[in-house]
Every structure is written in structure tokens, then in C-alpha cells.
């Protein structure tokens, strides 16, 4: 985390505490995540009170929680969380492809294909990347909706969805099979059929629900 400076301070507290939890893997059986103000406040150069404003909306979020006699902790979710998580951003994405067909052209959509650089041949070498770029094609997904708010809903879970995705694109043949399910996608919204291109996009995120079934206990 970098140093804040005064202007839109409030704004860019809130932003670097949420990419900073984002960016880490909450899932780890050894880690709590505590979040500490007087640490917080070091780190980011700034009083305990943004620190404070950006928590409570955060924990608005869903993103942290505060526990008693504990403090504020990375909120992470049980297996049943999981899955509803991924059963709502499911019907989110379904939803998105009749609002990118609606307000978005082809050279638009084409955009998604720059997070798809990757053959069946080399993918398997360059997992960590593909990762990456996994979530920005879904990331791109809502930004192509033109609804801020599809994004917003997107990003108030990514900690979770990132998680996933990462967790499972290393799993049998999953990133060989996402490379033909974004092509799939891709395709879909192009030829402009709606039905289609929901029942794609919900399919590829409701695949997640049978490996956490599979792979949570609780």
C-alpha cells in the first residue's frame, strides 16, 4: 500500500484498503486478516478517521466484518456463502449479455479478446497470467453492460469470485475448457443473440458451484 495525499482522501483510503484485501488470499486456513487502524494508519500515511469511514463502508459491503472484543476482520464466506455468491453473479452475467448486446457494438465487445491471448498449447505454462486475465474478462463483462451499478456488484464480491477463479483454473483440464467457454462468449454476443449468449455466461459461472461443492466441507 502507498502513502495517501490529502485530495479525495476519503475516496482513496476506501480504494486502497479494498484493493489491498483483494489482492490477498483470505482463504488461507492459517491467516485471520486482522485489520489494525494504527497500522493502517502508518501505512497509508493518514489519521485513524478515514481509516475508520473506509471500514464501515467496507463492512456495508460485506467485505469485512467487525468482531467484538476483536477488532475488524476480512469477511470470509462458508461453503453455502460460496455458492450463493456464484448462483447470483451467475444471473448477473446472464443478465449483462442482453444489456452488452443492447448498449455496446462489436468493436466493444471485440475487446474481451484481449484477455483471451492464450492457445490450449501454451495456457498450461502461464496459469498465473491466465488467472489474471480470467478476471478481467469477467471484469470487462460488467464494464461492457454500461449499468455502473453491475460492476459495483461484481467488484463488492470480486475477493471471493477471485479466489475461486484462481483456486480452480489450476484444477484437471478447467483452463483448457475456459479458453473454448470465452470464445464461446465472445461469439455469442456478437451474433447477437441474447438467449444464447445468457444461457453461455450463466453456464460458464455456475460451473463453479460443482467444484465447491466438491472441494468445501462447510
Not at 54 to 73: D, H, M, S, W, Y
Not at 115 to 139: A, E, G
Request: with cysteine.
Amino acid at each position: 500500500m502507498q502513502k495517501i495525499v490529502p485530495a479525495n482522501l476519503k475516496t482513496k483510503v476506501y480504494d486502497s484498503l479494498r484493493k489491498y484485501i483483494i489482492s490477498l488470499n483470505i482463504y488461507l486456513k492459517e491467516a485471520d486478516f486482522h485489520l489494525d487502524e494504527r497500522q493502517l494508519s502508518i501505512k497509508l500515511g493518514v489519521s485513524r478517521t478515514p481509516i475508520r469511514e473506509a471500514v464501515a463502508r467496507l463492512e456495508q459491503e460485506g467485505i469485512v466484518k467487525t468482531i467484538p472484543r476483536r477488532g475488524v476482520f476480512v469477511n470470509r464466506k462458508n461453503k453455502k456463502e460460496l455458492i450463493e455468491i456464484v448462483t447470483v453473479w451467475a444471473g448477473l452475467e446472464g443478465y449483462a449479455a442482453h444489456l452488452i448486446i443492447q448498449n455496446s457494438s462489436d468493436l466493444e465487445i471485440k475487446e474481451l479478446r484481449k484477455f483471451c491471448q492464450y492457445s490450449k498449447d501454451n495456457v498450461l505454462s502461464d496459469l498465473d497470467n491466465y488467472s489474471n486475465d480470467n478476471i478481467r474478462f469477467h471484469q470487462h463483462i460488467m464494464k461492457l453492460t454500461k449499468v455502473n451499478l453491475m460492476s459495483h456488484v461484481l467488484e463488492s464480491q470480486l475477493v471471493h469470485l477471485q479466489f475461486l477463479r484462481k483456486k480452480f483454473i489450476f484444477f484437471k483440464d478447467r483452463a483448457l475448457k475456459s479458453i473454448d467457454e470465452h470464445d464461446e462468449i465472445i461469439v455469442a454476443l456478437l451474433s447477437m443473440n441474447a438467449s444464447r449468449a445468457e444461457k453461455v455466461l450463466k453456464n460458464h459461472a455456475l460451473a463453479l458451484v460443482d467444484r465447491i461443492e466438491e472441494n468445501f466441507k462447510k
